[in-house]
Structures are given as C-alpha cells and as structure tokens.
C-alpha cells in the first residue's frame, strides 16, 4: 500500500485525490497540508515538515507560492514528489530542479492521459503544417482557477516550439494589438467561466482550411486518477525531474 501525503489537501483537487484514494486498496493518505488545518479522514498540517506519519509520497495540488516550501520539506524529508500545481514562476521552477538533484520529482501541468496523446498528435502536426499554417491555442477553465493562461496551455505551446525549424513568440491575448498577426507569433488565450473542468483548443489556420485538436475534460478524476498513477511511478526512481512523457513510455 502506498502512504501518500496531500499537499493542497483542502482544494478542489486535493479532496477528490483523497475520494479516490479511499476507493482504492492501493493507497492511504496518512496526513494532508493546508492553511486550514481542520482534521479530515487524516491529520493535517499547515507544513510538510510538521507531518509525523511515514508516508512513501507527497502529491501537490496546491498554489505555485506554496511549492518552494513543500519542495525544501520534502528534500529534508527526502520524500519523492509528484507536483501538479501550475502558475510556477522561473524562480519556483529552479527550485524544482534543484532538488530533484537528490530526489526523484514528478511534474505536469495536467495529469490526464488524453492532453498528454493531445500533445503528441500536436507535435506531428505542428511539424507538418508549421511553414504555411498560424497555430493558435485557446483554453478554458472554471471561475475559480486563479492562473492564466494555464499550465496546460503553456506546456503545449513549449511542445510546439521543440519539434518546430523557426521559434514561435508568445501572444497573450490580443487587446492592445494594432498591427496584423506576424508569421512568428503563437496565440494564447484563456477563457474563465462556470464550472468548466478545462478544455484546451489548438487551432492550425490555413489558407481556407482550419485543422483543430482538441481535449475537453469532463471531471477532475482523470486528473486525480493521473497524479495517483504518478506517485506510484516516482517512487523508487532515481534523484531527477519526471513528466507524463516518462510515465507514458514505461505504460
Ligand atoms: N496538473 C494537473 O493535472 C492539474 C493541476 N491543477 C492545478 O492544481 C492547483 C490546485 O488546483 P485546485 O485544487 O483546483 O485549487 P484550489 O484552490 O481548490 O485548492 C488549492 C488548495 O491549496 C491550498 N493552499 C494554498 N496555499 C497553500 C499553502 N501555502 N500551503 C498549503 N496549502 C495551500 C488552498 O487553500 P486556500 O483555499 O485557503 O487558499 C486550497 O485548499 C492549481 O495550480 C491548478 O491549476 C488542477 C487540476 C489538474
Ligand atoms: O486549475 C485547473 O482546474 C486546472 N489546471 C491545470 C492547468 O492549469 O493546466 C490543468 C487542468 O486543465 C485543470
């Protein structure tokens, strides 16, 4: 049985980790970080370092500010991380990388198998169309999310970039835009409203023809599901930084 601990274990991700985790003989949460620190089916805590149970790994779905702090805890700890929290600045991302010089960290911006495939199929297309098509990407999430654009979103647009001979620019919206859309550029929008899970559009734009791939989650599970599958995999891997794509390949 996997001993995890949540991190976020308040949120909207953090309490349908714990459901799922319920269900399965695979995993016990034995503890949860929050600012609200009101018992669960768990003890919770305000910080990692505070948590006394013995845990195998710790799974975040907190705010981007937050993760320096459970990262340095969790290097302490020497406690394997799966990080799904987005919204990380240059700054917080170096502290990622910097631990995981001495232990094993497992980061997405989404933990769903579907954007992951999205991504791949993205990436032939993008290959194919990059000389004559304008590539576009629009994402949608609820009311509440507070990053954007969102991890997602991002992740994608660098996917592109890779497999593409000419680096494409960011565009964040266009508002204070005067001038025609350059050759160079690669749209990103967001959308907030309701209750959408998170949809994620990549538009390929021709002469006279539109290609889009598209991704639309239809509930948080398949992101819970994912992180659970995430922390079963980090575990006992080497010091180092992970991605889907490394869970993907092993299968
Ligand atoms: N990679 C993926 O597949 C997915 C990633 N996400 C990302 O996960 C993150 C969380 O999403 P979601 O659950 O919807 O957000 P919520 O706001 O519902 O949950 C976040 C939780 O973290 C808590 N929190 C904030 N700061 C700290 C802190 N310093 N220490 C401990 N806990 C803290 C919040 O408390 P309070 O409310 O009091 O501030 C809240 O309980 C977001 O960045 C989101 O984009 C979401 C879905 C999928
Ligand atoms: O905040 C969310 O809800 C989500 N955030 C992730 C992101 O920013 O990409 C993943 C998912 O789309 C849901």
Redesign the pocket.
Known sequence: MIRIII??C?????KVVAKLAAESPDFKIVAG????ISPLDFPVYSDLKDVKEEADVVID??????VP?LVKAALQKKLPVVI????LSEEELNVIKHASKEIPIFK?????LGVNILINLVKEAAKILQQDFDIEIIEKHHN????AP??TALMIADSINQVLNDKKEYVYGRHTKTEQRKTNELGIHAVRGGTIVGEHQVIFAGHDEVITISHSAQS?EI?GY?ALHAAKFIIGQKPGLYSMEDLVKKG
């Open positions: 991190h976020g308040n949120g909207k991700m953090g970080v929050d600012k609200n779905f907190s705010y981007h500010e937050a702090n799904a929290t987005t919204g997405s911006a989404n933990m769903s509440m999310k507070k990053d969102s991890g948080r992101f994912g």
